[in-house]
Structure formats: C-alpha cells, structure tokens
Nanobody, 125 residues
C-alpha cells in the first residue's frame, strides 16, 4: 500500500482544513487507517483512526486533544481517508501523517505498516 497525504497549509486559529490521504491497492477497505502528527521538536502522536469497513460500517477513534474538533472518514470507492479539522488552534501545528494497518486501529505508531510522506499544517494565532 502506498499513501499520499495532501491538504495541508497555513490557516488562522479558528479556521478549518481538510486533509486527504489517497491509497493505492485493491484492498484499501480492509485496512485500518489513521492520522498521526508530529509537532516541531516533539514526538509523533496519535490523532484519529478509522477501522476497516466491515458489514456494520467503520468505527472511529480520536486523541483527547482533537475530540469534538476533528473528524476522520473514509471513501472506499476513492481509496481515500479524510481528516476534517475544525476550530484549529496554534497547538495543532504539525506535520500530519496518514498510516495504514491490516489489523485493528491503534494509537501506537509501531503497529502501522505503511506511512504517507506527511503534509504540514500551520495554524497562526
């Protein structure tokens, strides 16, 4: 699986951005997909995850700092996962990475087999 993240940019505090992660491969719907971020000078941290698309649909999970502001979704027909980011804060500034796992969603980076190249989000105050 190859992942290509896009949609980052510069936005004022309180604004919104939508990140996209396009995946290659015919089995995209069977992968758990996640977003992580790495603020300047800090470690990579979990942002959001969405499970693979089973018969009952997908489940979503969020880091505490983004709950209620960010929404993760997936479009299996387009092999794409999205991260809608609203009410952005300066502390959301980071490089955002998408990741794919053939197993259950996790907040631990070492459980993901595939990573995109990252897209920079800068939130000005």
């Amino acid at each position: 699986v190859q992942l290509q993240a896009s949609g980052g940019g510069l936005v004022q505090a309180g604004g919104s951005l939508r990140l996209s992660c396009a995946a290659s491969g015919p089995t995209f719907s069977r992968y758990a997909m996640s977003w992580f971020r790495q603020p300047p000078g800090k470690e990579r941290e979990f942002v959001a995850a969405i499970s693979w698309s089973g018969t009952s649909g997908s489940s979503t999970y969020y880091g505490d700092s983004v709950k209620g502001r960010f929404t993760i979704s997936r479009d299996n027909a387009k092999n794409t996962v999205y991260l809608q980011m609203n009410s952005l804060k300066p502390e959301d500034t980071a490089v955002y990475y998408c990741a794919a796992s053939p197993t259950a969603p996790s907040r631990f980076t070492n459980l993901y087999d595939y990573w995109g190249q990252g897209t920079l989000v800068t939130v000005s105050s």
